[in-house]
Nanobody
Framework: QVQLVESGGGLVQAGGSLRLSCAASGRTFSSHAMGWFRQAPGKEREFVAAISWSNSITYYADSVKGRFTISRDNAKSTLYLQMNSLKPEDTAVYYC?????????????????????WGQGTQVTVSS
């Protein structure tokens, strides 16, 4: 059983920064791509960022490109999302997820159906 536990969310003013973490257990972390998604009130869950299993390729939604950075520490089985220059429209519950396929990558990582394990989410609120 894979477990993903997010942390690091909170309330921040516009222009501020937060760093989200996602601690993974129960499966070989280093062999699977990981992603961050978010869901704002009344909206569908959407892709934010993903990182390949090898830590060499990253993918971002246009809305966060240049402001957010995804990274992973395979030795610690932990995924990160550094969020800078936060905007009120970044307010959402943020979820980490693990790709169902080992050693896979590509633009399919932007698709929620590729992920088979999800964390419980962490709330990020950006005030104006």
């Amino acid at each position: 059983q894979v477990q993903l536990v997010e942390s690091g969310g909170g309330l921040v003013q516009a222009g501020g920064s937060l760093r989200l973490s996602c601690a993974a257990s129960g499966r070989t972390f280093s062999s699977h791509a990981m992603g961050w998604f978010r869901q704002a009130p009344g909206k569908e869950r959407e892709f934010v960022a993903a990182i390949s299993w090898s830590n060499s390729i990253t993918y971002y939604a246009d809305s966060v490109k240049g402001r957010f950075t995804i990274s992973r520490d395979n030795a610690k089985s932990t995924l990160y999302l550094q969020m800078n220059s936060l905007k009120p429209e970044d307010t959402a519950v943020y979820y980490c997820a693990t790709d169902s396929r080992a050693y896979a990558g590509g633009d399919s990582l932007r698709t929620q159906s590729q992920y088979n394990y999800w964390g419980q989410g962490t709330q990020v609120t950006v005030s104006s």
